[in-house]
């Protein structure tokens, strides 16, 4: 309930004295450590009132998943990365582990801005030592996305799992099946492309296993 309490507190923008006030109101103290679990859930029935939506929370952490800008863009990473075989476990449990370490926080929902982005340039340096530079580049989302899956071919190639000579369309089809037309309107909206990334990963992992 505290740790509730002050996930609310975050969101919402509450400050110290308005805070107080709130505790005072709905049950008559300062300090929400000095409350029971009743009293709790009045103070945060008041702050749901005040906006407060609570997040459904992550099967493997037990805490709601961090939704900020910073957090959704590190998913993104570490999955990037995961389809890059420098991530063993792509799960939400693994990237709030590591962002917890590099940033000292107990949670990454709690993480500031600044924090973020050091969250966000350590995944990048992770990506360009896998042989991913363009994660560091400012790409929009299509080129980059086609840079990860270029980067993940050029592992497949280093490994004997695909020929050298292939582009994307001819490694696609040679070892997935699949007949790929890079023009279709799906294609613009990195359909094909991320389908692609997790597919070539997918070989990547499995030869390593």
Not at 16 to 42: M, N, P, V, W
Not at 81 to 110: I, S, T
Not at 183 to 188: E, G, I, L, P, Q
Request: with cysteine; proline share 3%.
């Amino acid at each position: 309930m505290l740790a509730k309490i002050h996930v609310a507190r975050k969101e919402l923008n509450i400050v110290e004295d308005d805070y107080r006030q709130i505790l005072l109101d709905q049950t008559g103290l300062l300090s929400a450590k000095d409350c029971t679990d009743a009293q709790l859930h009045k103070v945060l029935d008041a702050l749901k009132a005040k906006g407060f939506k609570p997040k459904s929370r992550s099967p493997r952490t037990g805490h709601a998943r961090a939704d900020h800008p910073m957090a959704r863009k590190a998913r993104a990473l570490w999955l990037s990365l995961h389809h890059l075989g420098a991530v063993r476990n792509p799960d939400e449990g693994a990237l709030e582990a590591f962002a917890c370490r590099q940033l000292k926080v107990d949670r990454l929902q709690w993480s500031n801005q600044s924090q973020g982005y050091k969250l966000i340039e350590a995944l990048k340096d992770m990506a360009a030592r896998e042989g991913w530079p363009e994660a560091k580049s400012g790409l929009a989302i299509l080129p980059l996305q086609r840079s990860l899956v270029t980067a993940i071919l050029r592992k497949l190639v280093a490994r004997g799992l695909a020929d050298a000579s292939w582009d994307i369309k001819t490694a696609a089809y040679r070892l997935t099946g699949n007949d790929i037309d890079l023009v279709r309107a799906d294609f613009s909206t990195g359909t094909q492309l991320t389908r692609l990334a997790q597919a070539f990963g997918n070989i990547l992992r499995e030869s390593t296993t």
